[in-house]
């Protein structure tokens, strides 16, 4: 039996991209199935892998396999984010594999903007520095500046099987913030927001979410960005931190404002007649018009909890979703078109475009791609 050959590699590249992504050698050893031993004598000696387990390494490590042959690392520059996770879970601060999952969110992230920010160099377009700017005191006059600033008078929202939200989300994007869906159980987190000068991030994580609750949680990461605000949030609707309920007050207001609310509002209605009524005229979904309602105190907490959980129950399903529509969620519209731009202008090949959008050898895919973002 021969012996496998060995690959040589940059023992500081591999301990600064582990560092990177909070992982401890044993926790690392767990998910590629490397043993401990193994990765330890490696950042120290340069010839311990094979190829087949320094690209497990990088696929973890969320970096090209390349970077780990190399002494100079590149470091990504994350804005410093705030927890706000519920208490409520007991989720803790030293929870390795919770840090680990943070990064892992947070870093695709970086990776996906830095991708972009490159395409909008390649295409010699400019992007304007993020001109939301907030007061953190005033929750109507907040969402007044929202509005302004998504121009919303002269938007023209479609429910699009969403409940409306595809239409907003690409009214966010089209105003240069990156929108990202992710599915992520492990992260007890419903939204973040990263914060940049330019091309600020919001990233939804959609796991227990239905896109029309997406919704509410799309404009609450946009209020944290307006406030230059890079947060970790937990489950909306549960939190007390002041931060978070300021959020809600303002994602409410703009996406129901309380004129509205009170003048199509009737006590003679039930839950379900009232929203009905009123999201037709705001164009908001449906569990973002109930969480309005009971921020306004016309429903109960217990009221909006049943609410939610029955709409839940009606939109159960989608199993099997094939990964070209993941991929079209992940990104949106705004994204995939300057993907596709610069690969008509020639500045991105095909396969260079297929690699970005972690979709390698799937042209089909690509087509899909192209039609769905111009559609």
Known sequence: MTNRQLVRHSPIALSHYRQQMSLSVDLLAKKTSIPSKKIESAEVENNVFTIKQLNKLADILLVP??????????????????????????????????????????????????????????????????GLNLLGSNAQHDAQLIIDFLNLEEENLL????????????????????VLEKLNP????EGMSLYYDKLPIIVILTTGQSPARRLFTLIHELVHLGLKQSALDGNLIYS???????CNEVAGYVLVPSSIVYKYYSSNLSLSENILAIRKVTKASRPAVAIQL???????????????????????GGFGVKKRHTTYNHF????????????????LTINSA????????????????EDKAFS
Do not use: C, H
């Open 186 to 189: 492990s992260l007890s987190s």
């Open 159 to 178: 429910e699009s099987g969403s409940d409306y939200y595809k239409s907003w989300r690409t009214i966010v994007e089209k105003n240069d913030v990156i």
């Open 65 to 130: 396999v390349s970077y780990l042959t190399f002494d100079s690392v590149i470091s990504r520059e994350l804005p410093k984010v705030i927890d706000f996770r519920n208490k409520y879970e007991d989720i803790s601060g030293e929870d390795e594999e919770q840090s680990y999952q943070f990064q892992k969110v947070a870093q695709e992230a970086y990776i996906d903007r830095d991708n972009l920010l490159s395409i909008y160099e390649s295409l010699d377009e400019n992007i304007s520095n993020f």
């Open 332 to 347: 949106g519209k705004v994204y995939l078109q300057q993907v596709f731009s610069a690969i008509w202008k020639e500045e």
């Open 240 to 246: 007390n931190y002041t931060e978070e309920v300021y």
């Open 294 to 316: 009971k921020q306004l105190g016309l429903v109960k907490q217990i009221e909006l909890e049943d609410y939610l959980k029955s709409l839940q129950v009606e939109n159960s």
């Open 354 to 369: 297929m690699d970005l959008l972690r979709i390698p050898n799937r042209i089909e895919d690509l087509k899909y791609l």
